[in-house]
């Protein structure tokens, strides 16, 4: 079974989605065969490397509410993402460009490393204020994480895995996305938003009976020996 996320690093949403999905996941029988893949969405594509001000401000101007309101949105976002395991800090945030950081997890796709890698990434932006923009800063996390630190480096350097960024955020629009996160689970079902695990946990065993469907036998030589299957009941009664 192939699942595909469609997020933001710097989401806390997503980051919340995150969380809820591996629950969802430790819950389900057939986790070993399900092959997961964190895709490319910029909630900002205009955004600056560096955006300055912090988020709250931010936050104000974008949806026109005051600083006060602002702060109280962060405050109970932070209270939201404490029962998922995630400690984050909007007061440190230092927001920015995500492209590259989209780019990074492609490589870490191609690696073996991708979750590892957007784990770090959730976290340095949403727990730690990293400034996520930046492509040293960017080389670090990313060799925090398992990627080998000059390839890294390397891949930020010039233009590699940018068709791929872009490819996946086409595919978003394809598919009808405009928020994140976003779950699509064998290209056939859709789930928008940080869903509850047991929510999860129903489209993974939905979409697991519908890909894998019980095959009912009937044995060559039935319990009459007529080729017949064997005895049952049915329709609440037993025939003698």
Known sequence: ?????WSDVVCPWCAI????????LA??????????RWRSFELDPTAPRERTGDL??????KYGVSLEQATTMNRQMTERAA??????HFEHAKPGNTF???RLLHLAADRGTQDAVKERLFAAYLEEGERIGEPETLVRIAAAAGLDE???REVLSGDRYADEVRADERQARAYGINGVPFFVIDEKYGVSGAQPADALLEVLETAWREANPLQVLTPAVGAKGDGTGGEACADGSCAI
Request: glycine share 4%.
């Open 56 to 61: 709250a401000e931010h936050l104000s101007s």
């Open 1 to 5: 079974m192939k699942v595909e996320i």
């Open 17 to 24: 989605g995150k969380r809820r999905f591996e629950s969802a």
């Open 100 to 102: 590259d950081a989209h």
């Open 83 to 88: 029962e998922d395991g995630w400690d984050f």
């Open 27 to 36: 819950q389900f029988p057939h986790r070993d065969d399900v092959d997961v």
């Open 150 to 152: 000059s390839e890294a």
